[in-house]
């Protein structure tokens, strides 16, 4: 290749990497570090991060940085994040489920660091190393059920926006979710309870992915909801949650969801009714 044809080749693809960017609106990029080894880490990392015009990661195989670009709007850093672990590589905020991590490919399975980030409250100085391990891998164990819950937040927070491509996207993230959680790790309550509301879990995640039409999201989420809440009184969680009831929604039948604020944001009627509705119970 003559320098012509190199310089040519190079502004193609800073160009096409501008473009890219210069597709995602209200964009936010940040640099964060993300573990993996090679050139195949890079595609599964990059496929697993971008969503069209909402977000592009370029992750460099040398330093273990990635450039994170989205649209503040629609998305944020640790959404991506989530995804990215869950297709196995961790990052210092997220660490991809060992069975995830364990599938990849030889040449990719780095060496993995453990991380107290993913634990709330600080670790005591004068505890040994060995004892934070297990504090670590104790709060994966006890709250693998969290991270299921936070992505129904998202997707609802996604509706109240009444943006359908996002809910679809988002609707994938909680299917990932729910295909990770290890049964044998959950107390004997979730356990019961998970076994019934698994099988329509799945189901309904993948009817709002298969779909951008708000309308129709909104009538499986009436659904989805409620095997969350029956999921979510028996699983013990580090803060409130509220469920909550818009008594207009399904020709006045009204219709609940799950929220981690008391002030309403009724993610069937979005703008048009943002606050219809009330807190009727609150989970502690």
């Not at 964009?27 to 969503?51: D, L």
């Not at 629609?74 to 905020?93: H, M, P, V, W």
């Not at 698994?198 to 009817?207: A, D, G, I, P, R």
Request: with cysteine; net charge positive.
């Amino acid at each position: 290749m003559n320098i012509v044809s190199k310089i040519s080749a190079a502004t193609l693809l800073l160009f096409s990497s501008s473009s890219c960017n210069a597709q995602i609106k209200n964009a936010k990029t940040e640099i964060v570090k993300i573990y993996g080894n090679c050139e195949m880490c890079e595609k599964t990392i990059e496929t697993a991060g971008n969503v069209k015009k909402v977000a592009n990661v370029e992750w460099n195989k040398d330093s273990k940085m990635a450039t994170i670009t989205y649209d503040s709007i629609k998305t944020n850093q640790d959404e991506i994040l989530k995804r990215i672990a869950l297709a196995g590589y961790d990052s210092d905020k997220f660490l991809a489920p060992d069975d995830v991590y364990s599938k990849l490919a030889g040449c990719c399975q780095y060496e993995r660091v453990k991380k107290t980030a993913i634990v709330s409250t600080a670790v005591i100085e004068d505890h040994s190393m060995h004892n934070q391990e297990n504090v670590v891998e104790t709060k994966q164990e006890v709250n693998q059920l969290k991270t299921i819950f936070e992505s129904y937040f998202a997707l609802k927070d996604a509706l109240v926006k009444s943006d359908g491509k996002l809910v679809s996207t988002l609707a994938k993230d909680v299917l990932a979710n729910i295909n990770s959680v290890k049964m044998e790790k959950l107390s004997s309550e979730e356990h019961t309870v998970w076994m019934k509301v698994m099988s329509s879990l799945k189901s309904n995640t993948e009817k709002i992915a298969a779909t951008t039409i708000i309308e129709k999201q909104r009538v499986v989420f009436m659904d989805l909801s409620a095997n969350f809440y029956a999921l979510l009184k028996v699983s013990k969680q580090d803060y409130s949650i509220y469920y909550q009831n818009c008594p207009m929604y399904n020709d006045g039948k009204g219709a609940n969801w799950l929220s981690k604020e008391n002030a309403v944001k009724n993610p069937y009627y979005g703008s048009q009714m943002l606050t219809c509705g009330k807190t009727v119970e609150t989970i502690k």
